[in-house]
């Protein structure tokens, strides 16, 4: 069946440095793609999606570009900020009709100043 | 607009009680979903309506039992809580195509003594 896998955390960075979280999914078909993003205490809200190979998707810095070739979604960001400690999930879904999505066991991202 | 709302918030049950946990979405979705969020293990599907007046299984529906109401009303329900039922519960809700946005309730934190 369909599988998302993610790097485990935490993943534990300085203010102002690079940030790439891995995703990678096992799918039939051609999925759509989604980061999740929850911060502490809240439920989940979409950071960023992705519904078609080689789209890139983006918001509040972060970038996700669809790798149907390496079957891979990876988040990145330039320059993290502390406001960004949060868990992070990737997600599939399908392209057509109605899917359920699959999630990723999250990635715990931890900024200090 | 409230978006999607759960209540209680926080609850306490013994062993043997029975409880529900409400949820209601006012983005007139026709897709609500019901996980549970325990450490380590990301978020697993407990029920899911693709539609008013449909629900299915996901992956851990064993314990719960769910009612779609209407549109907008997703119950789940703990008909005798066990311990192993301690989590933190969301529900969701999206339109119907797979390539859309789930949108996530605030959760409710439930402990089973």
């Known amino acids: 069946g369909d599988s998302v896998t993610q790097m485990e955390g935490p993943v534990t960075l300085s203010e102002e440095a690079f940030l790439t979280i891995n995703c990678t999914y096992t799918?039939?078909?051609?999925?759509?793609l989604f980061w999740y993003v929850q911060y502490p205490g809240e439920g989940l809200q979409l950071l960023l999606k992705?519904?078609?190979?080689?789209d890139k998707g983006s918001n509040k810095g972060f970038e996700a570009t669809y790798r149907k070739e390496t079957t891979s979604f990876h988040l990145e960001k330039g320059s993290v900020q502390v406001s960004d400690s949060a868990v992070y999930f990737c997600?599939?879904?399908?392209?057509?009709?109605?899917?359920?999505?699959?999630f990723g066991t999250g990635t715990r991202l931890l900024v200090s100043p | 607009n409230a978006g999607v709302t759960q209540t209680p918030k926080f609850q306490v049950l013994k062993t043997g009680q029975s409880m529900t946990l409400q949820c209601a979405q006012d983005?007139?979705?026709?897709?609500m979903y019901w996980y549970r969020q325990d450490p380590g293990m990301g978020l697993r599907l407990i029920y899911y309506?693709?539609?008013?007046?449909?629900?299915d299984k996901g992956e851990v529906p064993n314990g719960y039992n769910v009612s779609r109401l209407n549109k907008r009303e997703f119950s789940l329900r703990l008909e005798s809580a066990a311990p192993s039922q301690t989590s933190v519960y969301f529900c969701?809700?999206?339109?119907?195509?797979?390539?859309?946005?789930?949108?996530f309730g605030p959760g409710t934190r439930l402990l089973v003594l």
């Open positions: 969701a809700s999206s339109g119907l195509h797979s390539q859309e946005t789930q949108y």
């Open positions: 799918a039939t078909g051609y999925p759509s």
């Open positions: 992705a519904t078609k190979a080689d």
């Open positions: 997600a599939l879904g399908g392209n057509t009709g109605f899917q359920k999505l699959v």
């Open positions: 983005m007139n979705h026709n897709s």
């Open positions: 309506s693709a539609s008013e007046g449909t629900t």
